[in-house]
């Protein structure tokens, strides 16, 4: 099949220029530049007018939970990938706080085999490392994961890694097999330390949410990020940092000079849209681990969006019910679902002047492209898969409600909110997903692999 995308400008590579895509099959044919004729729109199977519209590779959101197995009630891979879809995202990595958990070599491959039947996008899992199963993982093979998911605190059942010995070990084998270490990085016992003060201080076993980033503060964050950054250095891993939330460690980070390459890190679109005020009216709705900080570590994450030391941003897509999102910082469950509207979110702060178009691009198809290895995707190029978000500027704002949410949890923090963006489109491996509104469920993803 071949698939003509007419008349759209082509954001990719630090560049953006009027141009047509042809595509066959599931790859890039041939990119045209202005000027230059395509050829009779007769000669295609599908023609796609993209005129008043931007391009763009798509989104590789490189940090969601689709909730398969076991946490199905709220979100399994075929509802949160059609969110996907809808939203410009092409292209995720599931993480392993699962039911099972995703720390064995058959729970992998249970993930897998689920995905084959379920994901509309394409895809691949982090299995997680624990004190007590490096053995055991030292059997996948690495072209199909991104990298370990290792949770440094503030996680339940044995994904906590809090042994020295065990961390020495997990840094010192990804450092000998080049493979990617993602964490979340707060400390367990200043977070507990923190709860039972404010338990005290409020007389409540479930404190009000507004005081979250304050038992999560930055002392938590920073305590566990230098500690992973250290054995990072020593046994010479690639560190990725999710969802950095505090001012003071992306300081830390920017501090590394050439060190840097190893030690990298991901905003999440939360952090970079709400801050403390905003606990007023979205309450527990913006609970996340970690939490949402002042006004002055959003301003620094923006901040470090252009100058070079955040390399990704991703979602941290968390779907909830809205009872499970009752109560307070105890009780009420942590995680938001943002991959339907992250696109559109991102590009509200290009408006803004936040960031370039270029930018949001090379932080949200590039670079998660690069620094996982991802194969023949993350960009518009000759040869390369055809996973493409087609966006569009609107005449008059729109307000996002209730009724276009895709998520099977049916909220979503940003409601109420005044959007100038659309995504008009979606491809998929060459075919069109999503478009003006509707999704292709007979679209099916692929298994995303990596090179090492």
């Known amino acids: 099949m071949t698939t003509l995308i007419h008349g759209g400008i082509i954001v990719n590579e630090g560049m953006r220029r009027q141009a047509d895509i042809i595509v066959e099959d599931d790859r890039i044919k041939e990119i045209i530049p202005e000027g230059i004729s395509a050829c009779s729109t007769d000669s295609f199977d599908v023609v796609l007018d993209a005129s008043g519209c931007y391009v763009l590779p798509g989104v590789i959101d490189s940090h969601v939970h689709f909730r398969d197995p076991g946490l199905t009630h709220k979100g399994d891979m075929h509802t949160e990938s059609l969110a996907a ?3 410009g995202v092409t292209t995720v990595f599931d993480m392993p706080n699962t039911k099972p958990q995703t720390t064995t070599v058959e729970a ?3 993930k897998q085999s689920i995905a084959e039947q379920k994901m509309h996008v394409n895809y ?3 299995p997680g490392v624990t004190n007590d199963n490096l053995e055991e993982l030292q059997h996948i093979d690495t072209t199909t994961i991104p990298g370990f998911k290792l949770f440094m605190g503030s996680s339940t059942g044995n994904m906590l890694v809090d042994r020295e ?6 840094f010192r084998f990804a450092g000998e097999k080049g493979i990617t270490l993602m964490a979340h990085c707060e400390d367990t016992e200043t977070i507990n330390r923190h709860m039972a003060y404010y338990k005290q201080l409020t007389g409540s076993d479930d404190p009000d949410v507004r005081l979250h980033p304050l038992i999560r503060n930055e002392e938590a964050c920073m305590k566990s990020s230098e500690l992973g950054v250290r054995l990072a250095q020593k046994y010479d891993t690639h560190f990725h940092i999710a969802h950095v939330s505090t001012a003071c460690e992306l300081e830390m980070i920017k501090g590394l000079g050439h060190a840097h390459r190893h030690i990298t890190c991901e905003a999440t679109v939360a952090h970079l849209l709400f801050s403390t005020v905003d ?3 979205l309450g527990t709705r913006i609970k996340c681990n970690p939490a949402v900080k002042g006004f002055l570590d959003r301003e ?3 901040r470090a969006l252009v100058d070079d030391t955040v390399s990704t941003v991703g979602t941290d897509h968390a779907p909830h019910t809205l009872e499970e999102k009752s109560g307070g910082c105890a009780k009420a469950m942590s995680g938001m679902p943002m991959i339907q509207f992250s696109l559109i979110s991102m590009l509200s702060l290009v408006d803004e002047g936040v960031l370039s178009m270029e930018r949001l691009v090379q932080l949200m198809a590039h670079n998660p492209a690069k620094l996982f290895g991802v194969s023949q995707r993350g960009f518009l190029r000759q040869g390369y898969k055809a996973d493409m978000a087609i966006v569009k500027q609107c005449d008059e704002p729109w307000t996002l409600t209730k009724d276009c949410i895709l998520s099977r949890c049916g909220w979503s923090p940003l409601e109420g909110r005044q ?5 008009k489109s979606t491809i998929l491996n060459g075919r069109i997903a999503f478009a003006d509104g509707k999704v292709n469920e007979n679209t099916h993803g692929e298994p995303v692999r990596f090179e090492k």
Not at 419 to 423: L, N
Request: proline share 0%; net charge negative; glycine share 4%.
């Open 300 to 302: 620094a994450l923006r």
């Open 85 to 87: 879809l809808a939203g």
């Open 165 to 170: 010995q065990a961390l020495e070990a997990i």
């Open 279 to 281: 606990y007023d009216t």
């Open 124 to 126: 691949a899992f982090f």
């Open 419 to 423: 959007m100038q963006w659309r995504v």
């Open 108 to 110: 992998l491959h249970e």
